[in-house]
């Protein structure tokens, strides 16, 4: 197919048929082989054992996309401990980027990258405590229909009440980790953050983000992270703690 252009790089006119790419055309046996080839390397990443897990880590979309999940729980905790020295205080995770469960015993990277397969980084920046409330309700905004954008926690509590309308006030308490416990958190207040640079930057419906202060989107890959705070745990202990309630 020909295509003629315009001065902004716009087409103008194509002529030509299609090529239609379908079982009737052969496999090319020279590049099967290559491919096969490059691929060794990355299996062995995949199959490499990197952690040991005492139990089965619940990742099931049907459950972390409403409530409050294990493996959330992990993914969350992994990602505040990795910049915790840095003054970081809250991690939230949109549950839609975690996408698997893992079975109990050896973890490989490969089991890693099935839960996080999007290859996200960490980012940190700074937002009001109302910023924080505001991202919350965008969270339980599109519990019903089953959203990604349902938010995980670690540093943080909140309560949701569904009988509210979205985005009317559905989060009615949120307790910032503070001193060994919980306290309020305070709307005029600047809080150090953590998620992925896709919710940064406004993914998910989480747009009060973009608006962060002294953001830095380039943090190690969240697998990284996932991989290396389980090595660090031993044999890890999935648990839940209460940290999202329902009114």
């Known amino acids: 197919?020909?295509?003629?252009?315009?001065?902004?790089?716009?087409?103008?006119?194509?002529?030509?048929?299609?090529?239609?790419?379908?079982?009737?055309?052969?496999?090319?046996?020279?590049?099967?082989?290559?491919?096969?080839?490059?691929?060794?390397?990355?299996?062995?990443?995949?199959?490499?054992?990197v952690?040991?897990?005492?139990?089965?880590?619940?990742?099931?979309r049907s459950v972390c996309r409403v409530q409050e999940c294990e493996m959330d729980n992990l993914v969350a905790d992994a990602m505040l401990a990795r910049v915790a020295d840095q003054g970081v205080q809250i991690a939230?995770?949109?549950?839609?980027?975690?996408?698997?469960?893992?079975?109990?015993?050896e973890v490989t990277m490969g089991e890693v990258l099935t839960v996080l397969p999007f290859q996200n980084t960490?980012?940190?920046f700074q937002i009001s405590g109302q910023g924080v409330i505001d991202a919350l309700e965008n969270s339980v905004s599109q519990v019903e229909e089953v959203a990604g954008r349902f938010a995980q926690v670690a540093g943080l509590k909140y309560t949701w009440d569904p009988k509210v309308a979205p985005n009317e006030g559905r989060?009615?308490?949120?307790?910032?980790?503070?001193?060994?416990?919980?306290?309020?958190?305070?709307?005029?207040?600047?809080?150090?953050?953590?998620?992925?640079?896709?919710?940064r930057n406004g993914g998910d419906g989480y747009k009060m983000f973009r608006d962060g202060l002294n953001a830095y989107d380039y943090g190690p890959g969240l697998?990284?992270?996932l991989a290396e705070f389980m090595a660090a745990q031993g044999s890890y202990e999935p648990y839940l703690d209460g940290r999202i309630s329902v009114k």
Request: hydrophobic share 45%.
């Open 1 to 49: 197919m020909n295509s003629t252009f315009d001065d902004d790089g716009r087409i103008v006119e194509a002529v030509g048929e299609p090529l239609i790419m379908d079982g009737s055309v052969g496999e090319d046996g020279a590049t099967k082989e290559r491919i096969s080839e490059a691929a060794e390397p990355l299996e062995a990443i995949r199959n490499q054992v």
């Open 51 to 60: 952690a040991m897990s005492a139990a089965a880590i619940e990742g099931d």
């Open 92 to 105: 939230i995770a949109n549950s839609g980027g975690l996408r698997s469960s893992i079975d109990a015993g």
């Open 122 to 124: 960490l980012a940190t």
């Open 171 to 199: 989060i009615v308490v949120v307790l910032v980790a503070q001193n060994g416990g919980y306290a309020p958190i305070d709307p005029a207040v600047l809080y150090s953050i953590m998620t992925n640079n896709y919710v």
């Open 223 to 225: 697998e990284v992270v």
